[in-house]
């Protein structure tokens, strides 16, 4: 939701009076006529517009997740399917250990 509400304000608020009447620009005249460029606030809107796009990739990601799992509570593994791990082997195959004795050779 952040990078939507982001998006959505950097690509609106450059064309907008807000801009226009901001209070760094009206006190430092060169930064004001430089923000006042229409290619800066282009350039602006256009980071705007990459906001908006990566907000509704991962918008589209969380729903397809949520429809894949019929729900939220859903997607969460139960217990049972995380396996209480209580350490030893069983926690070692969840780091990646290989917990085999040594044999010669080895």
Do not use: H, K
């Not at 690509?11 to 009206?26: D, G, I, K, M």
Request: charged content about 20%.
């Amino acid at each position: 939701m952040y990078l939507l509400e982001t998006g959505l304000v950097l690509v609106v608020a450059p064309w907008s009076t807000f801009w226009e009447r901001n209070l760094l620009a009206e006190i430092a005249p060169l930064f004001g006529a430089v923000v006042r460029l229409d290619a800066v606030r282009g350039a602006v809107s256009g980071v705007g517009v990459v906001n908006l796009y990566a907000g509704f990739w991962e918008l589209g990601i969380w729903l397809a997740t949520i429809g894949r799992c019929g729900g939220v509570a859903r997607c969460r593994p139960t217990d049972a399917e995380r396996g209480a791990v209580s350490g030893g082997a069983q926690g070692a195959e969840l780091r990646g250990e290989d917990t085999r004795s040594w044999t010669p050779g080895r």
